[in-house]
């Protein structure tokens, strides 16, 4: 049996029943909830690890509660919306969602973004007693921990963010284009990839660079992409 355990959270019954036997059947455990609020509370209830999130519902909507989340947990986040534009999707992301689906979505496509959203949080790596630190100029990642500091602050980075704070340190100097981050890091073709990872990207500055617009880490590279200053 799966130990891992879902919190799908959506105001349609039918949905949350039909994504509860999608998964049950991938061997994971499902928690459910109808809106934002019950959703915090069954946070508190339960060992979550992964969360599917619908945006519009009543009471505290997806947007709203994902940045409640956010506060003071990083477990990955999964948007499930119906609206397909793409400035819902983009808020979605800044205030701390790690990856979104539309519906209707292809049951496989879901129970992909599901598995590799677990496996990036679950298998970041396993705890050897041997630490491997990678400095650059008063930006630490631990890898051993899976901690990102900046001149011994602990910074708050999601899955996804420190996956990308990861591949860009372990590459340093290296130009990454966008595709290529995200094909790194999500797994998967790099289409319309654009609006993804530039969100990511800000987010990431405004966690690790004490003046974001002009980054002292994290450049842009234009026209090509981004990189980790050595």
Request: aromatic content about 6%; overall charge negative.
């Amino acid at each position: 049996m799966n130990p891992y355990c879902v919190l799908v959270v959506d105001d349609d019954k039918e949905i949350r029943d039909a994504i509860e036997i999608y998964l049950k059947n991938e061997g994971l455990s499902i928690v459910q909830a109808k809106d934002g609020i019950e959703a915090i509370e069954k946070l508190h209830e339960h060992d979550i690890h992964l969360i599917i999130l619908d945006i519009m519902m009543p009471r505290l909507d997806g947007i709203s509660t994902t940045f409640k989340i956010r506060e003071n947990k990083n477990i990955p986040i999964l948007i499930l919306s119906a609206k397909s534009e793409d400035t819902d999707k983009i808020l979605g992301l800044q205030v701390g969602a790690d990856d979104y689906i539309t519906k209707p979505f292809n049951p496989l496509e879901l129970i992909a973004r599901v598995k590799s959203l677990l496996r990036r949080y679950v298998s970041l790596g396993t705890y050897d007693g041997v630490e491997r630190v990678i400095q650059l100029n008063g930006l630490t990642l631990n890898e051993s921990a899976k901690e990102v500091t900046v001149h011994g602050e602990a910074v708050k980075l999601t899955p996804i963010e420190y996956k990308i704070v990861e591949l860009l340190m372990k590459n340093a100097g290296r130009v990454f284009s966008i595709h290529e981050i995200y094909e790194r890091v999500w797994k998967e073709p790099g289409y319309n990839a654009e609006n993804t990872v530039a969100v990511h990207i800000r987010k990431i500055r405004e966690k690790i660079e004490i003046d974001p617009k002009n980054p002292r880490y994290l450049k842009v590279v234009w026209g090509i992409g981004y990189k980790m200053e050595k």
